[in-house]
């Protein structure tokens, strides 16, 4: 198929024909069954490198002005979601997609969607000191903090590190904190496997940086 999008961040085996980037756009709408924020579906596109972030900006500029797309709300609150049209375009064409291609654009969405609800339901601040900063994580519970960890490093980076390795598995860290302070034989038997979490996941990227 002719090539007449930018390549620019583009994977090998991603998509560099404006049209095939449209179908993209509603597969992984229809695929995830619910709206989307425009920068949650650009950041999965991106994030996959499936095709270039600009290039799709524009495509999904294209679908909402076609009717393909219907965006529901305004400003930060706006969502998007497939129109009876774009599904039709979604069911009856986007299998022409490579699958390597469908995948990955899906799994980047469905992994920013659930760190999305991870920074939703566990906090964590990053305090600026006279010297390094004070990071503090904390996984809310019903009327109680579940867990309440603060930690002092260096520098900004280091404590961004330390905020996004901590939103990765909120669960596997308080497993960790668990099994090492109170001594559970359970749970230390399973500290391996929650370390090994924590250590091999991928770490999506922040939607806003």
């Not at 999008?5 to 619910?34: H, K, M, T, W």
């Not at 524009?58 to 998007?80: D, H, K, N, V």
């Not at 920013?112 to 004070?134: A, D, F, I, S």
């Amino acid at each position: 198929m002719e090539t007449d999008a930018f390549s620019q961040d583009v994977e090998p085996g991603g998509l560099r024909n404006r049209s095939d980037i449209r179908l993209l756009l509603c597969y992984l709408l229809r695929q995830l069954g619910r709206p989307l924020r425009p920068e949650v579906i650009l950041s999965a596109i991106r994030t996959s490198g499936m095709a270039n972030y600009f290039e799709a900006a524009a495509a999904l500029e294209e679908l909402q002005r076609a009717g393909s797309i219907a965006t529901e709300g305004e400003g930060e609150a706006a969502q998007c979601r497939l129109s009876a049209q774009g599904e039709l375009v979604a069911d009856s064409l986007a299998r022409t997609l490579p699958a390597s291609v469908r995948e990955r654009s899906v799994q980047a969405a469905q992994e920013l969607l659930t760190r999305m609800k991870r920074e939703q339901e566990n906090k964590v601040t990053l305090t600026p000191l006279k010297k390094g900063y004070l990071v503090r994580c904390r996984i809310p519970d019903a009327d109680a903090d579940l867990l309440l960890v603060e930690l002092r490093v260096p520098d900004l980076r280091q404590a961004e590190r330390v905020r996004n390795r901590f939103m990765r598995d909120p669960a596997a860290f308080y497993t960790a904190f668990s099994a090492l302070l109170t001594g559970d034989e359970v749970l230390l038997a399973a500290l391996p496997e929650e370390v090994a979490k924590l250590s091999h996941r991928k770490e999506s990227e922040q939607i806003h940086e």
